[in-house]
């Protein structure tokens, strides 16, 4: 096997996020380890929002990527602990998830557009489990909250 660890990291790299295109399955740290044991890849993966449907495709995604590159013997692990939180996302996951018009997890939500704080929440379940739709009283925009967990 030649195919280095940080190659693999950088294929996992382009995956999006199905619920969020603007941001990969990397940056949002649901890939949690890539390592060899002797021949055998492993690959620990973590889910987000246990509500969100989007787990078991990302794995067929990954699994795509994998055999795509000539990877047939690996193995993938779901490690439910430590669980995963959105803390996990670095700032520039959450300034990605803003320009994709997504306020960020935060205590505090604002409007992704004009950056109030002036905002009420329409429904606590919006699109899917991991997002809360909200309405900004300043500009009316409409936007997603990606749920602080
Ligand atoms: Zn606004």
Same mark, same amino acid.
């Given at each position: 096997m030649e195919i280095s660890t940080a190659a693999i990291w950088e294929s996992l790299k382009t /995956? *999006?996020? %199905?619920? /969020? %295109? #603007? &941001?990969?399955i990397v940056d949002l740290g649901i890939v949690r380890n890539v390592e060899f044991n002797d021949d055998q890849l492993k690959i620990t993966i973590t889910p987000t929002?246990? !509500? +969100? %449907? #989007?787990f078991s495709f990302m794995k067929e995604e990954i699994i795509r990527h994998l055999e795509s590159a000539g990877i047939f013997n690996y193995q993938i692990d779901t490690s439910l602990a430590p669980p995963w939180t @959105?803390?996990?996302?670095s700032d520039s996951v959450k300034a990605k998830l803003k320009e994709a018009g997504i306020a960020p *997890?935060?205590?505090? &939500? =604002? +409007? *992704?557009?004009?950056?109030?704080?002036?905002v009420d929440v329409i429904? =606590?379940? !919006?699109? @899917? #489990?991991c997002k809360a739709l909200y309405k900004c009283n300043e500009c009316s925009e409409i936007f997603h909250h990606f749920k602080q967990i």
């Open positions: /995956i *999006p996020d %199905p619920e /969020i %295109p #603007a &941001v990969s929002y246990s !509500g +969100c %449907p #989007a @959105t803390d996990w996302m *997890p935060s205590h505090k &939500v =604002e +409007c *992704p557009q004009c950056e109030s704080q002036n429904s =606590e379940f !919006g699109s @899917t #489990a």
